[in-house]
């Protein structure tokens, strides 16, 4: 084996301009891979902290999972009927605290119950159907960074006076509203009710910021004229991942409509799946590209080299011999160029971390990056790879070579 890597370090370093120009196509494909792959992973996770920390993980409805069955249905199994209105149901979850209580035992992370309306919104001359979420403050922080996206006032504020609300700042910009302004509701049951405004909040969703508002629970409750009704309860998993699977469970023991927030935003993480193949088929290509360096310096070695592989089997070198010095060759400049590389693209990281830019939607004014070991093991697995297919070919002609052939000048 030593024997193997002098002749293939000899060839390398006799080779030096070559060999160089081999490294350094590595070394860019390799750097450039880990880059990209930082950029964009970072990206990615930035939107789904994002995502997954101003909406809940999972949302319980008062929807039932199946269907409401007709009346008939139940009495009659021989019989079809149709155009019959189904049974009425009185709208919330049943029992919300005790199912609450129930699903803490086993659900690992938080819950806490909410109140989902509908409601129009008046102020100063201006009509806006809004979207009314009645909230426990207390228990709230536990499952929504809602309280970190204050703009102004906090959570809490809420207690400050009756009827208080928060509202998106979008929202609280398009109507000109501010803290303190007072503000009419008017919801679908026909409650009406004057509310003041105690503080804005900002998550970088638009829907949300332009759509939405949060009260006291009871308040929302007053709006649905239904006291003590919940129809919804909010968790947030310890695993956000988990979620799903937690869903499943939850919708099988209660019978209502468990939604996991990777459901409800089921296209947009499509979206960002196609973007990974994108991405890992960009990698490939660079890395891909960067072998061509490699197999042209062995080709070359292997051109230059006949006479002496003629040599070395008339010393009795045999076939797979003569191939392995040749596909070392290729995986030294790999591997040399590989780690390089690492140093390379980890300071193009740093760069683009270090990237300053500001848009008029988001004060967020450096590019997420992510520092993972799996974009540079992936990377240098790939070139060398990509550089031992890349040495093969050569040293497989190399090996085939016959030293009689080429001592008589037959090549």
Known sequence: MNLILTIAWTHVRHRARQTLVAIAGVMTGVGFSIMMAAMMEGSQDDFIKTLVDALPHISITDESREPTRQPADMVYAAAELHGLTPQVRRPGIKNPMAMIASLQSWVPGSLTPSVQSKALLRFAGRNLNISIVGIDPH??????NLGTHMRQGTLTSLYRSSNAILLGDR??????????????????????????????????????????GYVLLKTAQILEKQTGIVNEIRVRADDPMAARLIAERIGEQTGYK???????????????????????????????????????IISTITHEKTRDIAIMKSLGFRDHTIRAIFIVEALLVGMVGAALGWVFGYLLTRGLASLEFKTPFSDYNHLPVLYA?????????????????????????????HPVDIIRGAT
């Open 139 to 144: 228990t709230e922080v536990h499952v929504s």
């Open 171 to 212: 929202l609280a910009n398009k109507i000109g509203a501010r803290v303190n302004s007072n503000i009419t509701l008017a919801s679908a049951e026909g409650s009406n009710m004057n509310a003041t405004v105690v503080g804005t909040f900002h998550t970088g969703f638009r829907a949300m910021d332009e759509t939405t």
């Open 258 to 296: 468990s939604i996991s927030w990777q459901e409800a935003q089921e296209d947009l993480l499509s979206a960002i799946t196609l973007r990974n193949v994108l991405m890992y088929t960009i990698v490939g290509a660079i890395l891909l590209v960067a072998s061509f360096g490699t197999y042209n």
């Open 373 to 401: 070991v799996k974009h540079y093991v992936l990377a240098t697995s790939f070139a060398l790879l990509s550089s031992l297919i890349a040495g093969y070919f050569p040293a497989r002609a190399a090996a085939r070579l």
